[in-house]
């Protein structure tokens, strides 16, 4: 299958990778042309110097952006600097312009519920799939290939025609409903680890504030109720003060903002995960990163 990938980031580059190492024929796509050359250079298949020209090559295409703008960046086209004229145009650069019918497009942004029903609908008008599938798991998680794949599509079908491709770079992939279920569930797993990070984080503190041997007491709370993900591959790094785990605190804030505003259509209280906001906000100011 002619895989498409836009976006060459710190999560993007290795999920193609692996999608080049399955032997899948891959076209990359990134704003930094010598970025995407590079990664040619180095995984083999083709890069394109438009959004546009991926999607005229491909069966599947993957986006990987950082934020709601920037998907509507490379799937609808960023204007040049002669459209800011009233008069002028939009080029035709984005990655909609050239996909033609029964392709699928997959944002694996982490993005709104609205902008992924926003795709599903343009994409819907030209016969081309689309499928909002947030990924989770995080750095590590891509260049391992172990990523979870939250998953939003209006027809099984197209989702069962791609998910085969998920393989790649994922551990654990399911489709959650409609389109924007899988941002919707990304943002149930993000407020989750916000509250367990920092709820972690504080615990060990208190411990070596107390006297305690901070390694003993995660080996002994860990064989009980206490026992998360966070706390088997994160705590051994925050007892030596080490805090870089491949995500950036301003990105996980993008994330939480994106929860917030879908907090005020559906009506969730979200007072702790607001508290942590703040502490995260703080951590910036304090120069984290």
């Known amino acids: 299958m002619k895989v498409g990938f836009c976006g060459l980031g710190v999560m993007g580059s290795p999920m193609a990778r692996h999608l080049a190492s399955k032997s899948h024929d891959v076209v990359v796509y990134n704003r930094n042309t010598e970025k995407a ?45 002669k459209s800011l004229s009233a008069s002028s145009k939009s080029v035709e650069n984005g990655l909609l312009a050239g996909l033609k019918p029964g392709t699928v497009l997959v944002d694996h942004t982490t993005a709104s519920a609205t902008l992924a029903r926003e795709l599903s609908a343009a994409c819907s008008a030209k016969n081309v799939g689309f499928i909002d599938a947030p990924v989770s798991g995080g750095q590590a998680g891509a260049e391992n290939g172990a ?24 551990k654990a992939c ?68 080490q805090f870089d785990f491949g995500f950036a605190v301003e990105w996980m804030r993008k994330d939480l903002g994106i929860c917030f505003d879908e907090a005020k259509n559906n009506g969730a209280d979200l007072t702790m995960t607001k508290l942590v906001d703040a502490l995260y906000a703080r951590v910036i100011e304090m120069g984290g990163s």
Request: charged share 25%.
């Open 174 to 241: 399911q489709r959650m409903g409609d389109a924007g279920a899988g941002q919707l569930t990304k943002m149930v797993n993000q407020i989750c680890i916000a509250g367990v990070v920092s709820g972690l984080a504080e615990a060990l503190n208190f411990a070596m504030r107390a006297g305690l041997d901070a390694d003993q007491v995660v080996e002994v709370i860990s064989k009980g109720a206490a026992q998360s993900w966070q706390m088997e591959n994160r705590s051994k790094t925050m007892v030596r003060d």
């Open 37 to 81: 050359k590079q990664w040619v250079d180095k995984n083999g298949g083709k890069f394109a110097l438009t959004p546009r020209e991926v999607g005229e090559q491909c069966d599947v295409v993957m986006v990987c952006v950082g934020n709601d703008d920037d998907v509507r960046s490379v799937v609808f086209g960023a204007p040049s600097a």
């Open 147 to 170: 990523l979870t794949v939250m998953c939003g599509c209006d027809d099984q079908k197209v989702f069962d025609r791609v998910r085969p491709v998920f393989d790649a770079y994922a």
